[in-house]
T-cell receptor, first 109, second 114 residues
Framework: GQSLEQPSEVTAVEGAIVQINCTYQ??????LSWYQQHDGGAPTFLSY????GLEETGRFSSFLSRSDSYGYLLLQELQMKDSASYFC??????????FGKGTRLSVIA | NAGVTQTPKFRILKIGQSMTLQCTQD?????MYWYRQDPGMGLKLIYY???????DKGEVPNGYNVSRSTTEDFPLRLELAAPSQTSVYFC?????????????FGPGTRLTVL
């Protein structure tokens, strides 16, 4: 089977940087995705890493280390609108995408 | 493109009633999924489909049924609703490639069973 671990809650100050970690256990790993979900909304895709290293998209970056079965989402210049839940998800084998339980990010002034 | 659309947005059912949650996508995606999300929790896969005429169970299929007669539509049927099925239901779709499968989600259906 597959399993993912990520912190349940993170709090950070507006304008700061926050890192949300995700560790996974799976076989036949293809890649790690990140999704954002605001309260009352649907999940939306943020990023995908298949290779080791950092992928940057504006204020958001995502990192993957395949050897450590570990990745993180980095949010810079935090804004109040970044308050949301963030899910990591693993693509592996012939199984559908498996989501973690999510990290609730609260951005405070 | 409308993307993934779901109807209804909200529904209240009585115990034992049945209903169908509708999901349609206009992106010509082969893969479609149904998830449920309980308050403060992650997404649990109910059923998925890799193409018209093909469906498979996910993590929590009991109490649900699906069909996929066309590429566009993937309805979810609840038979004999129970309070444990109170949840938000999301439909999602993705293009065929499994290795990079950005999923596009519908807005969700908020279901309460009383």
């Amino acid at each position: 089977g597959q399993s993912l671990e990520q912190p349940s809650e993170v709090t950070a100050v507006e304008g700061a940087i926050v890192q949300i970690n995700c560790t996974y256990q799976t076989s036949g790993f293809y890649g790690l995705s990140w999704y954002q979900q605001h309260d009352g909304g649907a999940p939306t895709f943020l990023s995908y890493n298949a290779l080791d290293g950092l992928e940057e998209t504006g204020r958001f970056s995502s990192f993957l280390s395949r050897s450590d079965s570990y990745g993180y989402l980095l949010l810079q210049e935090l804004q109040m609108k970044d308050s949301a839940s963030y899910f990591c998800a693993v693509s592996a084998g012939n199984t559908p995408l498996v989501f973690g339980k999510g990290t609730r990010l609260s951005v405070i002034a | 493109n409308a993307g993934v659309t779901q109807t209804p947005k909200f529904r209240i059912l009585k115990i034992g009633q049945s209903m169908t949650l509708q999901c349609t996508q206009d992106m010509n995606h082969n893969y479609m999924y149904w998830y449920r999300q309980d308050p403060g929790m992650g997404l649990k896969l109910i059923y998925y489909s890799v193409g018209a005429g093909i469906t498979d169970k996910g993590e929590v299929p009991n109490g649900y049924n699906v069909s996929r007669s066309t590429t566009e539509d993937f309805p979810l049927r609840l038979e004999l609703a129970a309070p444990s099925q109170t949840s938000v239901y999301f439909c999602a779709s993705t293009r065929a490639e499994r290795r990079y499968n950005e999923q596009f989600f519908g807005p969700g259906t908020r279901l309460t069973v009383l």
